[in-house]
């Protein structure tokens, strides 16, 4: 059964750059059936997708966040990673790692990890 | 940018109750929605996919209706484990997603 699981520091400070890995197991990250995605919910709100990726080929980010992000895969320890640059407070916030399934045709996050909090601050 | 709006923000309801949540998109996204529950301290799970497709494994009481602009999530009888947070997101053929502001659902 595929899993997925988040890791990286708990702490960074402003104006660094955040950085988290996500390992995937049970399952190959270079399957050309699915994109990989990083989703962030800020604490008591909302969920705000940060960026999707497709084997090594293409990646897509949330236009609100594209300046600062960079999403890649390592096909060698089967894990995709996030780099957010320069971050504030307003990037406090628990992220997640999923997998992003086509279904007939309809693409949905089908498999998450459990989330990890990354806090921003001196 | 397409907006995705969730009515109501926050839902009492009781054990038994038949309850709607309704999404409603700023254009048309065809039938690119999927529905999300999270529970407090969990990830999100995937409900529905495509609008009205029951993800395997999801209780047949969750179905999904909709297309073009407005879309619904019904619970036909809650049952205790149902009090969640339900989100709609937007999807695409290709990866642009964009997620309602949720519906906490209390008991």
């Known amino acids: 059964q595929l899993q997925l699981q988040e890791s990286g520091p708990g702490l960074v400070k402003p104006s660094e750059t955040l950085s988290l890995t996500c390992t995937v197991s049970g399952g190959s990250i270079s399957s050309i059936s699915y994109h990989w995605g990083w989703i962030r919910q800020p604490p008591g709100k909302g969920l705000e997708w940060i960026g999707d990726?497709?084997?090594?080929?293409?990646?897509y980010y949330n236009p609100s966040l594209e300046s600062r992000v960079t999403i890649s895969v390592d096909t060698s320890k089967n894990q995709f990673s996030l780099n957010l640059n320069s971050v504030t407070a307003a990037d406090t916030a628990v992220y997640y790692c999923?997998?992003?399934?086509?279904?007939?045709?309809?693409?949905?996050?089908?498999?998450w990890g459990r989330g990890t909090m990354v806090t921003v601050s001196s | 940018d397409i907006q995705m709006t969730q009515s109501p923000s926050s839902l009492s309801a009781s054990i038994g109750d038949k309850v709607t949540i309704t999404c409603r998109a700023s254009q048309s996204i065809s039938r690119y929605l999927n529905w999300y529950q999270q529970k407090p301290g969990k990830a999100p799970k995937l409900l529905i996919y495509g609008a009205s497709s029951l993800q395997s494994g999801v209780p047949s009481r969750f179905s999904g209706s909709g297309s073009g602009t407005d879309f619904t999530l019904t619970i036909s009888s809650l049952q205790p484990e149902d009090f969640a947070t339900y989100y709609c997101q937007r999807s695409y053929s290709t990866p642009m997603y964009s997620f309602g502001q949720g519906t906490k659902l209390e008991i």
């Open positions: 990726i497709y084997y090594t080929v293409s990646a």
């Open positions: 999923a997998r992003d399934s086509t279904m007939a045709g309809l693409r949905a996050f089908d498999i």
